[in-house]
């Protein structure tokens, strides 16, 4: 098996969501945070052979590199082998009760009741924002009129504050707020559901990646 560098790049996103990961036997990876707010799925081109845990996914990745060719991996019994040329290391297999599970089922919104397409200009545009002007809250709003995202402090009334509009409003009134770090994606175009029992859903418009993002129930208003 080789990691292909669309799979290296799917890795390394979901290295910032939770150091450590399960690869399952197939062409699908899953990851979930460790506070469980966060759940990502994604399909992969390369076929991963057997079931096996990594504690670190970033020093599991750094190995990988390494290797300038990218590594033929195989496996032992307490083993991910890396091996190219004359070059071999033995790197060793976590127990998956030392890392955080993804479930292998996806998550179901109870149900929808706000959806839109959010651009990779736009996406780019808040995450951009939200680092410039340190917020650590994301919020999908309307006012009836109009839907907006912004990036803000939402425990900080004199913070500053970034909005972009989204689309016209259907006449509710609404406000789900996020934490920024949970805004892990990877920079595209996404199709968005929102469930105001709590969960919002991102799936990449052209990759096949999509993301499960809890919302912080103390700060939304639905």
């Known amino acids: 098996m080789k990691l292909s560098n669309e799979t290296l790049t799917v890795l390394k996103n979901f290295a910032s969501i939770n150091q450590g990961i399960q690869f399952k036997k197939g062409k699908q990876l899953r990851t979930m945070s460790g506070g469980k707010s966060v759940l ?7 076929e991963v052979p057997e079931d096996f845990c990594v ?13 300038k060719d990218s590594a033929e991996l195989n496996f032992d019994d307490a083993n991910i082998i890396f091996g190219s040329g004359r070059k071999k290391m033995s790197y060793r297999k976590t127990d998956k009760s030392m890392i955080t599970v993804a479930p292998d089922k996806d998550l179901t919104l109870p149900n929808v009741d706000c ?3 959010l651009s990779a200009d736009d996406y780019d545009w808040l995450m951009d924002t939200a680092k410039i002007i340190s917020s650590p809250h994301i919020s999908i709003e309307s006012d009836g009129e109009k839907i907006t995202m912004s990036t803000f402090d939402a425990e900080d009334d004199s913070a500053h504050v970034n909005t972009i509009d989204i689309k016209e409003g259907a006449g509710s ?13 990877i920079p595209g175009t996404y199709d968005v559901q929102v469930s105001f029992k709590g969960i919002t859903h991102f799936k990449n418009t052209k990759e096949n990646i999509e993301y499960w993002i809890a919302s912080e129930a103390k700060h939304s208003k639905v």
């Open 115 to 117: 959806e839109f397409t």
């Open 173 to 185: 009134k609404f406000k789900v707020v996020f934490s920024t770090a949970n805004f892990k994606m």
């Open 55 to 67: 504690y670190d996914l970033n020093q599991f990745l750094s190995v990988n590199s390494l290797f």
């Open 40 to 46: 990502a799925r994604a399909e992969i081109k390369d």
